[in-house]
């Protein structure tokens, strides 16, 4: 019944590698997002999508870059990682809201991704 | 910076009891959504109330809003051991574009004893 999924749960990498964090999922929701969750902090939004290869910096995108290239994956790149990125990645999807944003979309998130960059 | 402020930052209280934990936001909103965190988990959605909406129920929950003064609460009746969690609030407001932006607060946890 999982709808989001990310596709590691834990990752341990090295200062300065390449990362990616893959999220799918199965709903057909438009909107996908990516949010980082510190303690004391809550979670602060990195990137997000509204369509395919549509792209909006959040609070926080310096560090970041993200692909969507289909409507189902969104994905998150760490260009070159720092230590100050360990955090819990989470991703979440929501449909889209319609034009008079008479209605109101629901996140579904993935489980999540504990990064730890030594 | 965190459009929604939750508290009590953390609530320890016993099974049976009820936990309530407050929200309070800046800036006019659509709707204001509840969510739970179980640890290291993602987060689920709870209960949305709409900015037109002052009161909502679900199951054990009850959520309440007060637009002139930004905030909203969360009321968990009978709370049971199982309620042991991380509350976010989330807010959504208009844009110019269609879709919507939720910012979170820091939470509040909980722990419920047996």
């Known amino acids: 019944d999982v709808k989001v999924t990310q596709s590691s749960r834990y990752l341990v990498k090295r200062t300065g590698e390449k990362v990616f964090l893959e999220c799918v999922q199965d709903?057909?929701?438009?909107?996908m997002f990516w949010y980082r969750q510190d303690p004391g902090l809550g979670l602060r939004l990195i990137y997000f999508?509204?369509?395919?290869?549509?792209?909006e910096k959040g609070d926080i995108p310096e560090g970041y870059s993200v692909s969507r290239e289909k409507k189902e994956r969104f994905s998150l790149i760490l260009e070159s990682a720092s230590t100050n990125q360990t955090s819990m990645y989470l991703c979440?999807?929501?449909?889209?809201?319609?034009?008079?944003?008479?209605?109101?979309?629901?996140?579904?998130f993935g489980a999540g991704s504990r990064l730890t960059v030594l | 910076s965190q459009q929604g402020e939750e508290d009590p930052q953390a609530l320890s209280i016993q099974e049976g009891e009820n936990a309530t934990m407050n929200c309070s936001y800046k800036t006019s909103i659509n709707n204001l959504q509840w969510y739970r965190q179980n640890s290291g988990r993602g987060l689920v959605h709870l209960i949305l109330?709409?900015?037109?909406?002052r009161e909502k129920h679900s199951g054990r929950l009850r959520v309440t809003l007060d637009t002139s003064k930004k905030s909203s609460s969360l009321l968990i009746t009978a709370s049971r051991a199982a309620d042991t969690a991380s509350y976010f609030c989330a807010t959504s407001r208009r844009t110019t574009d269609s879709w919507g932006k939720f910012q979170f607060g820091a939470g509040t946890q909980v722990v419920v004893t047996p």
């Open positions: 109330i709409r900015s037109n909406e």
């Open positions: 999508s509204y369509d395919v290869k549509m792209k």
């Open positions: 979440a999807s929501s449909p889209w809201a319609g034009v008079s944003y008479s209605g109101a979309n629901v996140l579904t």
């Open positions: 709903m057909d929701h438009e909107n």
